[in-house]
Protein backbone atom coordinates (compact mmCIF):
# COMPACT_ATOMS: atom_id res chain seq x y z
CA UNK A 1 0.00 0.00 0.00
CA UNK A 2 1.53 3.61 -0.81
CA UNK A 3 2.16 5.36 2.24
CA UNK A 4 3.07 9.39 2.32
CA UNK A 5 6.31 10.29 2.75
CA UNK A 6 7.96 12.79 4.59
CA UNK A 7 11.37 12.54 4.20
CA UNK A 8 11.94 14.91 1.37
CA UNK A 9 9.95 17.67 3.73
CA UNK A 10 12.01 16.76 6.51
CA UNK A 11 14.89 17.77 5.04
CA UNK A 12 13.71 20.82 2.88
CA UNK A 13 12.41 21.83 6.74
CA UNK A 14 15.57 21.03 8.52
CA UNK A 15 17.47 23.15 5.68
CA UNK A 16 15.28 25.86 6.05
CA UNK A 17 14.96 26.02 10.04
CA UNK A 18 18.66 24.98 11.49
CA UNK A 19 19.77 28.13 9.66
CA UNK A 20 18.64 29.63 13.04
CA UNK A 21 18.62 26.31 15.69
CA UNK A 22 21.83 24.59 14.37
CA UNK A 23 20.53 21.18 15.47
CA UNK A 24 22.10 18.82 12.85
CA UNK A 25 26.19 18.48 11.95
CA UNK A 26 25.20 16.33 8.54
CA UNK A 27 21.88 16.41 6.61
CA UNK A 28 21.71 13.22 4.45
CA UNK A 29 20.24 15.37 1.39
CA UNK A 30 20.01 12.11 -0.03
CA UNK A 31 18.14 10.04 2.23
CA UNK A 32 15.07 7.85 0.42
CA UNK A 33 12.02 6.31 1.04
CA UNK A 34 13.21 2.85 2.65
CA UNK A 35 11.02 -0.37 2.72
CA UNK A 36 9.35 -1.38 5.76
CA UNK A 37 6.19 -0.66 8.37
CA UNK A 38 7.70 2.85 9.38
CA UNK A 39 8.26 3.65 5.33
CA UNK A 40 8.46 7.94 5.08
CA UNK A 41 9.09 8.78 8.61
CA UNK A 42 12.26 10.69 9.04
CA UNK A 43 14.92 9.84 12.07
CA UNK A 44 17.88 12.40 13.46
CA UNK A 45 20.04 10.13 15.05
CA UNK A 46 22.98 11.85 17.74
CA UNK A 47 26.16 11.88 16.15
CA UNK A 48 28.11 9.60 18.36
CA UNK A 49 26.16 6.95 17.12
CA UNK A 50 27.38 5.31 13.83
CA UNK A 51 25.34 5.37 10.56
CA UNK A 52 26.92 3.56 7.21
CA UNK A 53 28.60 5.74 4.85
CA UNK A 54 27.69 9.14 6.81
CA UNK A 55 30.26 11.12 8.97
CA UNK A 56 30.19 10.69 12.62
CA UNK A 57 32.06 13.07 14.24
CA UNK A 58 30.82 13.10 17.85
CA UNK A 59 31.01 16.73 17.87
CA UNK A 60 35.34 16.34 17.52
CA UNK A 61 37.48 17.65 15.84
CA UNK A 62 39.38 13.91 16.01
CA UNK A 63 36.74 12.30 14.31
CA UNK A 64 35.44 15.70 12.15
CA UNK A 65 36.38 13.46 8.66
CA UNK A 66 35.48 9.60 9.97
CA UNK A 67 32.73 7.66 8.00
CA UNK A 68 31.74 4.69 9.39
CA UNK A 69 31.97 1.72 7.03
CA UNK A 70 29.15 0.24 9.35
CA UNK A 71 25.55 0.57 11.00
CA UNK A 72 24.97 0.81 14.77
CA UNK A 73 23.05 -1.90 15.90
CA UNK A 74 19.88 0.59 16.55
CA UNK A 75 20.39 2.03 13.33
CA UNK A 76 20.45 -1.15 11.83
CA UNK A 77 16.89 -2.17 13.46
CA UNK A 78 15.44 1.71 12.00
CA UNK A 79 16.27 1.05 8.57
CA UNK A 80 15.03 -2.55 9.17
CA UNK A 81 11.56 -1.01 10.13
CA UNK A 82 11.57 1.33 7.30
CA UNK A 83 12.91 4.36 9.20
CA UNK A 84 15.18 7.10 6.65
CA UNK A 85 18.36 8.74 8.32
CA UNK A 86 17.65 12.54 7.79
CA UNK A 87 20.76 13.46 9.73
CA UNK A 88 23.41 13.50 12.34
CA UNK A 89 23.14 15.76 15.39
CA UNK A 90 25.20 17.83 17.41
CA UNK A 91 26.06 16.90 20.44
CA UNK A 92 29.12 18.22 23.24
CA UNK A 93 32.00 16.68 22.25
CA UNK A 94 31.93 13.00 23.14
CA UNK A 95 28.69 13.20 25.06
CA UNK A 96 30.96 15.23 27.48
CA UNK A 97 28.27 18.26 28.44
CA UNK A 98 24.97 19.51 29.55
CA UNK A 99 24.12 22.21 26.65
CA UNK A 100 26.58 21.80 23.32
CA UNK A 101 28.32 24.36 23.92
CA UNK A 102 31.29 21.83 24.29
CA UNK A 103 30.63 20.69 20.47
CA UNK A 104 33.60 21.44 18.37
CA UNK A 105 31.44 23.29 16.10
CA UNK A 106 28.76 25.17 16.64
CA UNK A 107 26.45 25.42 19.72
CA UNK A 108 22.36 23.97 18.86
CA UNK A 109 19.97 26.93 19.80
CA UNK A 110 16.82 26.20 22.28
CA UNK A 111 13.75 26.80 19.60
CA UNK A 112 11.93 28.30 22.17
CA UNK A 113 14.35 30.98 22.60
CA UNK A 114 17.54 31.25 20.21
CA UNK A 115 19.64 32.95 23.05
CA UNK A 116 19.14 29.46 25.17
CA UNK A 117 21.21 26.69 25.15
CA UNK A 118 18.67 23.02 23.90
CA UNK A 119 20.57 21.13 27.03
CA UNK A 120 22.78 18.74 26.22
CA UNK A 121 24.71 16.67 25.43
CA UNK A 122 21.67 15.37 23.08
CA UNK A 123 20.80 19.47 22.67
CA UNK A 124 20.61 18.69 18.84
CA UNK A 125 18.25 15.61 18.96
CA UNK A 126 16.33 17.22 21.78
CA UNK A 127 16.30 20.95 19.10
CA UNK A 128 15.38 19.12 16.53
CA UNK A 129 12.31 17.44 17.48
CA UNK A 130 11.51 20.51 19.50
CA UNK A 131 11.21 22.66 16.28
CA UNK A 132 9.83 19.97 14.48
CA UNK A 133 12.69 19.62 11.89
CA UNK A 134 11.85 15.81 12.70
CA UNK A 135 9.23 13.54 14.94
CA UNK A 136 12.00 11.86 16.48
CA UNK A 137 15.82 11.51 17.20
CA UNK A 138 18.20 9.01 19.15
CA UNK A 139 20.05 10.36 21.76
CA UNK A 140 22.51 8.69 24.65
CA UNK A 141 21.90 9.22 28.35
CA UNK A 142 25.33 8.50 30.49
CA UNK A 143 24.55 10.88 33.45
CA UNK A 144 20.98 12.59 31.74
CA UNK A 145 22.11 13.12 28.04
CA UNK A 146 18.70 12.54 26.63
CA UNK A 147 16.28 13.50 29.67
CA UNK A 148 17.62 17.28 30.16
CA UNK A 149 18.01 18.30 26.34
CA UNK A 150 14.41 16.67 26.08
CA UNK A 151 12.96 18.98 29.79
CA UNK A 152 15.09 22.51 28.23
CA UNK A 153 13.20 21.61 24.88
CA UNK A 154 10.03 20.81 26.22
CA UNK A 155 9.84 17.18 24.37
CA UNK A 156 10.07 13.52 26.25
CA UNK A 157 12.82 12.05 25.95
CA UNK A 158 13.32 8.33 27.76
CA UNK A 159 16.58 6.25 28.95
CA UNK A 160 15.50 2.76 29.24
CA UNK A 161 16.74 0.31 31.52
CA UNK A 162 21.00 -0.39 30.97
CA UNK A 163 20.94 -3.51 28.73
CA UNK A 164 18.12 -3.41 27.05
CA UNK A 165 19.13 -1.43 23.80
CA UNK A 166 22.56 -2.28 22.33
CA UNK A 167 25.68 -0.27 22.60
CA UNK A 168 27.04 -1.37 19.58
CA UNK A 169 28.15 1.54 17.20
CA UNK A 170 27.88 4.03 20.08
CA UNK A 171 31.25 5.16 20.56
CA UNK A 172 31.57 4.62 23.92
CA UNK A 173 31.59 6.96 26.41
CA UNK A 174 31.54 5.80 30.18
CA UNK A 175 30.20 2.07 29.17
CA UNK A 176 29.33 1.20 32.59
CA UNK A 177 26.82 4.22 32.08
CA UNK A 178 26.00 4.72 28.57
CA UNK A 179 22.10 4.00 27.38
CA UNK A 180 20.97 5.04 24.15
CA UNK A 181 17.12 6.03 23.51
CA UNK A 182 14.34 7.98 22.35
CA UNK A 183 13.52 11.61 22.07
CA UNK A 184 10.14 12.06 20.90
CA UNK A 185 6.97 14.61 21.24
CA UNK A 186 4.81 12.34 23.05
CA UNK A 187 5.26 8.72 25.39
CA UNK A 188 3.35 6.67 22.60
CA UNK A 189 6.11 7.45 20.54
CA UNK A 190 8.97 6.79 22.88
CA UNK A 191 7.62 3.65 23.81
CA UNK A 192 7.33 2.77 19.76
CA UNK A 193 10.53 3.45 19.12
CA UNK A 194 12.48 1.38 22.34
CA UNK A 195 10.45 -1.79 20.89
CA UNK A 196 12.18 -1.32 17.67
CA UNK A 197 15.71 -0.40 18.83
CA UNK A 198 15.87 -3.18 22.22
CA UNK A 199 16.70 -6.39 22.06
CA UNK A 200 19.86 -8.66 22.70
CA UNK A 201 22.68 -8.21 20.60
CA UNK A 202 25.26 -10.52 20.45
CA UNK A 203 27.81 -7.75 19.81
CA UNK A 204 26.78 -6.20 23.11
CA UNK A 205 27.94 -8.60 25.69
CA UNK A 206 26.01 -5.94 28.22
CA UNK A 207 22.51 -6.72 26.54
CA UNK A 208 19.90 -8.79 28.76
CA UNK A 209 17.47 -11.68 26.76
CA UNK A 210 14.09 -9.53 28.29
CA UNK A 211 10.50 -9.63 26.10
CA UNK A 212 9.10 -6.40 27.31
CA UNK A 213 5.88 -4.81 25.42
CA UNK A 214 6.83 -0.97 26.04
CA UNK A 215 3.27 0.01 24.93
CA UNK A 216 1.76 -2.26 26.92
CA UNK A 217 0.51 0.24 29.65
CA UNK A 218 -0.20 2.99 27.39
CA UNK A 219 -3.73 4.73 27.51
CA UNK A 220 -3.80 2.69 30.91
CA UNK A 221 -4.86 4.08 33.90
CA UNK A 222 -2.49 4.60 37.11
CA UNK A 223 -4.87 5.54 39.77
CA UNK A 224 -4.05 4.71 43.21
CA UNK A 225 -0.69 3.97 42.79
CA UNK A 226 2.23 5.36 45.16
CA UNK A 227 4.81 7.53 44.05
CA UNK A 228 7.83 8.94 46.27
CA UNK A 229 10.15 11.99 45.87
CA UNK A 230 13.67 12.28 47.81
CA UNK A 231 12.57 15.55 50.23
CA UNK A 232 16.52 16.36 49.74
CA UNK A 233 15.00 17.63 46.01
CA UNK A 234 14.65 21.48 47.80
CA UNK A 235 17.87 21.07 49.00
CA UNK A 236 20.01 20.77 46.30
CA UNK A 237 20.70 24.23 44.51
CA UNK A 238 17.08 24.39 42.87
CA UNK A 239 15.91 27.26 41.19
CA UNK A 240 12.92 28.62 43.52
CA UNK A 241 10.54 28.51 40.04
CA UNK A 242 11.71 24.52 39.51
CA UNK A 243 11.05 23.80 43.46
CA UNK A 244 7.52 25.41 43.04
CA UNK A 245 6.19 23.63 39.44
CA UNK A 246 7.51 20.55 41.46
CA UNK A 247 4.95 21.47 44.14
CA UNK A 248 2.82 21.85 41.35
CA UNK A 249 3.41 18.54 39.95
CA UNK A 250 3.11 16.85 43.17
CA UNK A 251 -0.60 18.56 43.45
CA UNK A 252 -1.58 17.21 40.04
CA UNK A 253 -1.01 13.92 40.95
CA UNK A 254 -3.08 13.76 43.81
CA UNK A 255 -5.48 15.65 41.61
CA UNK A 256 -5.44 11.98 39.86
CA UNK A 257 -5.62 10.00 43.17
CA UNK A 258 -1.95 8.93 42.77
CA UNK A 259 -0.73 8.78 46.20
CA UNK A 260 2.84 10.97 47.06
CA UNK A 261 5.09 10.51 49.70
CA UNK A 262 8.02 12.40 50.69
CA UNK A 263 11.17 9.83 51.67
CA UNK A 264 14.96 10.51 52.83
CA UNK A 265 17.15 9.58 50.19
CA UNK A 266 20.92 11.47 52.05
CA UNK A 267 22.87 9.63 49.08
CA UNK A 268 21.28 11.85 46.49
CA UNK A 269 24.42 14.80 47.04
CA UNK A 270 26.72 12.36 46.46
CA UNK A 271 25.91 11.16 43.53
CA UNK A 272 27.20 13.85 40.96
CA UNK A 273 31.14 13.46 43.26
CA UNK A 274 30.67 9.69 42.45
CA UNK A 275 29.57 10.24 38.57
CA UNK A 276 32.13 12.13 37.86
CA UNK A 277 35.12 10.12 39.38
CA UNK A 278 33.79 6.86 37.47
CA UNK A 279 32.60 8.12 34.32
CA UNK A 280 36.08 10.36 33.71
CA UNK A 281 37.94 6.77 34.93
CA UNK A 282 36.27 5.05 31.85
CA UNK A 283 36.58 8.40 29.51
CA UNK A 284 40.35 7.77 29.86
CA UNK A 285 40.00 4.19 29.00
CA UNK A 286 37.78 4.36 26.24
CA UNK A 287 39.66 7.60 24.54
CA UNK A 288 42.70 5.85 24.28
CA UNK A 289 41.99 4.46 20.54
CA UNK A 290 42.19 7.97 19.50
CA UNK A 291 45.30 8.01 18.51
CA UNK A 292 45.43 9.56 15.35
CA UNK A 293 46.76 5.96 13.93
CA UNK A 294 43.18 3.55 13.42
CA UNK A 295 40.64 6.97 12.85
CA UNK A 296 40.00 10.20 11.63
CA UNK A 297 42.76 13.09 12.69
CA UNK A 298 46.03 12.77 12.33
CA UNK A 299 48.74 14.92 13.47
CA UNK A 300 51.62 13.12 11.69
CA UNK A 301 55.23 13.51 13.33
CA UNK A 302 58.43 12.50 13.26
CA UNK A 303 57.63 9.73 15.82
CA UNK A 304 55.10 7.31 16.97
CA UNK A 305 54.55 8.75 20.19
CA UNK A 306 54.70 12.69 19.01
CA UNK A 307 52.13 11.41 16.32
CA UNK A 308 49.84 10.31 19.54
CA UNK A 309 50.39 14.19 21.15
CA UNK A 310 49.60 15.82 18.71
CA UNK A 311 47.07 14.38 17.45
CA UNK A 312 44.93 14.06 20.97
CA UNK A 313 45.94 17.83 21.64
CA UNK A 314 44.80 19.06 18.75
CA UNK A 315 41.91 17.08 18.02
CA UNK A 316 40.07 16.93 21.74
CA UNK A 317 38.40 19.86 23.16
CA UNK A 318 39.08 21.31 26.49
CA UNK A 319 36.15 19.38 28.93
CA UNK A 320 37.09 15.95 26.74
CA UNK A 321 40.92 16.76 28.05
CA UNK A 322 39.88 17.85 31.67
CA UNK A 323 37.95 14.33 32.26
CA UNK A 324 40.69 12.01 30.42
CA UNK A 325 43.35 14.21 32.91
CA UNK A 326 40.73 13.37 35.96
CA UNK A 327 40.48 10.00 35.00
CA UNK A 328 43.73 9.18 34.62
CA UNK A 329 44.59 10.81 37.80
CA UNK A 330 42.07 8.74 40.12
CA UNK A 331 43.03 5.36 38.36
CA UNK A 332 46.96 5.87 38.54
CA UNK A 333 48.36 3.10 41.57
CA UNK A 334 48.53 5.60 44.15
CA UNK A 335 44.86 7.17 43.91
CA UNK A 336 42.94 4.29 42.35
CA UNK A 337 41.98 3.43 46.39
CA UNK A 338 40.96 7.07 47.37
CA UNK A 339 38.62 7.80 44.43
CA UNK A 340 38.09 4.97 42.09
CA UNK A 341 37.44 2.31 43.94
CA UNK A 342 35.95 4.49 46.98
CA UNK A 343 33.45 6.00 44.41
CA UNK A 344 32.93 2.56 43.20
CA UNK A 345 31.81 1.71 46.77
CA UNK A 346 29.37 4.94 47.05
CA UNK A 347 27.84 3.71 43.59
CA UNK A 348 26.91 0.38 45.12
CA UNK A 349 25.21 2.86 47.81
CA UNK A 350 23.39 4.89 45.88
CA UNK A 351 21.93 2.22 43.69
CA UNK A 352 20.92 -0.24 46.94
CA UNK A 353 19.43 2.66 48.55
CA UNK A 354 17.04 3.50 45.55
CA UNK A 355 16.11 0.30 44.96
CA UNK A 356 15.22 0.07 48.43
CA UNK A 357 12.81 2.98 47.46
CA UNK A 358 11.46 1.57 44.57
CA UNK A 359 10.36 -1.66 46.57
CA UNK A 360 7.90 0.39 48.10
CA UNK A 361 6.94 2.74 45.79
CA UNK A 362 5.78 2.44 42.43
CA UNK A 363 7.90 4.98 41.25
CA UNK A 364 10.48 7.84 42.20
CA UNK A 365 9.95 11.48 40.81
CA UNK A 366 11.98 14.51 40.91
CA UNK A 367 12.31 17.55 38.82
CA UNK A 368 14.36 16.68 36.03
CA UNK A 369 16.78 19.23 36.17
CA UNK A 370 17.08 22.21 39.17
CA UNK A 371 17.16 24.70 36.20
CA UNK A 372 15.39 25.87 33.16
CA UNK A 373 17.35 26.43 30.19
CA UNK A 374 19.88 29.18 30.80
CA UNK A 375 21.88 31.74 28.20
CA UNK A 376 24.35 30.06 26.31
CA UNK A 377 28.11 31.40 27.47
CA UNK A 378 26.60 32.03 31.35
CA UNK A 379 27.64 28.97 33.20
CA UNK A 380 31.53 29.25 33.10
CA UNK A 381 32.52 27.43 36.16
CA UNK A 382 32.51 23.24 35.33
CA UNK A 383 31.51 22.45 38.94
CA UNK A 384 28.57 24.82 38.62
CA UNK A 385 27.81 22.85 35.28
CA UNK A 386 28.02 19.41 36.95
CA UNK A 387 25.55 19.77 39.25
CA UNK A 388 23.00 20.16 36.82
CA UNK A 389 23.13 16.38 36.74
CA UNK A 390 22.28 16.44 39.79
CA UNK A 391 18.72 14.52 39.71
CA UNK A 392 19.51 12.23 36.50
CA UNK A 393 22.72 10.88 37.25
CA UNK A 394 21.44 7.99 39.74
CA UNK A 395 18.98 6.67 37.28
CA UNK A 396 22.62 5.81 35.51
CA UNK A 397 24.55 5.03 38.23
CA UNK A 398 21.64 2.52 39.22
CA UNK A 399 20.73 1.15 35.66
CA UNK A 400 17.24 2.10 36.05
CA UNK A 401 14.67 3.09 33.13
CA UNK A 402 13.66 6.93 33.62
CA UNK A 403 11.87 9.39 31.71
CA UNK A 404 11.68 13.01 31.37
CA UNK A 405 8.05 14.31 30.35
CA UNK A 406 7.14 18.37 29.73
CA UNK A 407 5.48 19.68 32.04
CA UNK A 408 4.56 23.46 31.56
CA UNK A 409 6.32 26.44 31.64
CA UNK A 410 8.55 28.53 34.31
CA UNK A 411 9.17 32.34 32.87
CA UNK A 412 8.20 30.81 29.26
CA UNK A 413 10.55 28.30 29.17
CA UNK A 414 9.53 24.10 28.96
CA UNK A 415 10.00 22.07 32.61
CA UNK A 416 10.67 18.93 32.65
CA UNK A 417 9.43 16.28 35.15
CA UNK A 418 11.35 12.78 36.13
CA UNK A 419 9.30 9.69 36.64
CA UNK A 420 12.48 6.32 37.76
CA UNK A 421 11.26 2.92 37.58
CA UNK A 422 12.37 -0.75 39.00
CA UNK A 423 14.89 -2.36 36.58
CA UNK A 424 13.12 -3.92 33.44
CA UNK A 425 9.70 -1.65 34.79
CA UNK A 426 10.43 0.00 31.36
CA UNK A 427 7.04 -0.52 30.22
CA UNK A 428 5.55 0.71 33.50
CA UNK A 429 7.49 4.08 33.62
CA UNK A 430 6.22 4.87 29.82
CA UNK A 431 2.61 3.87 30.83
CA UNK A 432 2.61 6.55 33.92
CA UNK A 433 4.39 8.79 31.94
CA UNK A 434 1.44 8.98 29.30
CA UNK A 435 -1.28 8.85 31.85
CA UNK A 436 0.32 12.04 33.12
CA UNK A 437 1.41 13.30 30.07
N1 LIG B 1 26.13 16.08 31.61
C1 LIG B 1 26.73 14.83 31.96
C2 LIG B 1 28.19 14.84 31.59
O1 LIG B 1 28.63 15.85 31.20
C3 LIG B 1 26.01 13.71 31.29
C4 LIG B 1 26.33 13.57 29.86
C5 LIG B 1 25.64 12.41 29.21
O2 LIG B 1 24.68 11.86 29.73
N2 LIG B 1 26.19 12.00 28.09
O3 LIG B 1 28.89 13.88 31.70
Do not use: H
Given at each position: ?155 V?F?P ?23 T?TVEDAALLTQ ?15 QIDFSKYIGKNFKNICV ?24 FLESLEISV ?100 YDF?I ?35 P?I?I ?11 M?IIGK?FDDAKVLGFADFIE
Amino acid sequence: KAKKSFVKDAIETINELDKNIKAFITVNENAQDVPGNFSGIPLAIKDNIVVKEMKTTCGSKILETFVSPYDATVVEKLKKAGFSIVGKTNLDEFAMGTSTEYSAFYTTRNPWDLDRVAGGSSGGSAAAVASGEVVAALGSDTGGSIRQPAAFCGVVGFKPTYGLVSRYGLIAFASSLDQIGPITKTVEDAALLTQIISGKDPRDATTVEKQIDFSKYIGKNFKNICVAYPEEVFAEGIDNEIARKFEEFIKFLESLEISVKKINFPELKYAVATYYIIAPAEVSSNLSRFDGIRYGLREEKEGLLETYLETRKNGFGPEVIRRIMIGTFTLSAAYYDAYFERAQKVRRKISSKINEILSNYDFLITPTSPITAFKIGEIKDPLVYYMMDIFTIPANLAGLPAISIPFGFSNNLPVGMQIIGKRFDDAKVLGFADFIE
